[in-house]
């Protein structure tokens, strides 16, 4: 199975900074990878998919890099409406792993 | 409007039995691959099975290979997951997703709770 290690697993920021969220799998998937947003009680949200590509609907201020083993997850300005959990997905092999999931937090 | 809504979560007992049933709408059914995934309280997202758009590939995790099984009717526009043998850690809540670009999941249910306890 492929692992997915997020990093970090908590961040505080505050409204307005840049936070980059990182997604490391233990082999190469190329750029089989997906974002997820989830807030506390709901249904996660798909943000970013094929590593890079923004879902329709979502901000532009998110964006997705990486291909292989490491990926990144950065929102450019982080509003109210951003602190949530995220977790990444690979979607290259079965069993479709997740990561543990990184916090984003109020500062 | 794509909507997928689950039911049939509640409260199994050890060893018993479960059906949880998701009703799609706003969308092809039919056309697309069909996943389930859930979520133990307070800890991350766990895939649990996938199913082809006309139900001829199936795959499980391994954690419920054996005592889940995953099916679905197009003409129904909906999907099932039928879980035996329950146990415990099977605790969690339970979404239905639907493959998009790239086999992201791009819509998800609100998801059903299972509780496995005595």
């Known amino acids: 199975d492929i692992q997915l290690t997020q990093s970090p697993s908590s961040v505080s920021a505050s409204v307005g900074d840049r936070v980059t969220i990182t997604c490391r799998a233990s082999?190469?998937?190329?750029?089989?990878l997906a974002w997820y947003q989830q807030k506390p009680g709901k249904a996660p949200k798909l943000l970013i998919y094929a590593a890079s590509s923004l879902q329709s609907g979502v901000p532009s201020r998110f964006s997705g890099s990486g291909s292989g083993t490491d990926f990144t997850l950065t929102i450019s300005s982080l509003q109210s409406e951003d602190f949530a959990t995220y977790s990444c997905q690979q979607v290259n092999s079965i069993p479709f792993t997740f990561g543990g999931g990184t916090k984003v937090e109020i500062k | 409007e794509v909507q997928l809504v689950e039911s049939g979560g509640g409260l199994g007992q050890p060893g018993g039995s479960l059906r949880l049933s998701c009703a799609a709408s706003g969308f092809t059914f039919s056309s697309y691959e069909m996943n389930w995934v859930r979520q133990a309280p307070g800890k991350g997202l766990e895939w649990v099975s996938y199913?082809?758009?006309?139900?001829?590939?199936?795959y499980y995790a391994d954690s419920v290979k054996g005592r889940f099984t995953i099916s679905r009717d197009n003409a129904k526009k909906s999907l099932f997951l039928q879980m035996n043998s329950l146990r415990a850690e099977d605790t969690a809540v339970y979404y239905c997703t639907r493959e998009g670009f790239s086999s992201s999941f791009d819509s998800w249910g609100q998801g059903t709770l299972v509780t496995v306890s005595s």
């Open positions: 082999q190469g998937i190329g750029s089989r």
């Open positions: 199913i082809s758009s006309i139900g001829t590939t199936i």
